[in-house]
């Protein structure tokens, strides 16, 4: 275990670097200082955390499973969401393409594409109260109601929730992708 914590190239010392390099990288971007603290309590005070920091994602079962088409309706009863792709599937760290299909939802019923919305696609972190400051690029793709979102970016292992929102005028609903990222 001493081995394992002090070895400068384990998985979780890694995240950590990681994480200070995102947080130095928001840092000039914009400076907060509640970034720099979500940064040190997500690490402690070293690049070591406890082995029971990492999760071992064999046993959450509170997720999604990727599939292709993995489909959840807004929250709001407005639109339908399917992710189309996932490169890498399933999602890995650190950074993702995924392909959104969004469709009209009609009293539960999918109907048309649609066209022109804008897309937010946000990673979180619930446990550890974080997300990325890298922000996904949207790119509306030839076929009807899909888009690109890239980098997703879920850096840590863990469970992610990614949250998709899409709105067109005054028409807006938004799902939540739920996966852990070994
Ligand atoms: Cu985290």
Redesign the pocket.
Known sequence: MLARVSDPCSPIARTCRNLREVMRISIVRSPTKSALMIGLA?CGADDAPADSDIVDCATVTDVDTYVVGLEHPGKAGVYDFKLMSAEPAPPARPDNTWVLQVNQLNAGVVGAPVEGATLKVTPF?P??G?GTVIIAEITPLADPGQYRASPVNMW?N?VWEVTVRATVGDQTDSAVYKFCIP
Do not use: I, Q
Request: glycine share 14%; proline share 0%; net charge positive.
């Open positions: 997500a972190m446990k550890h974080h840590m863990g």
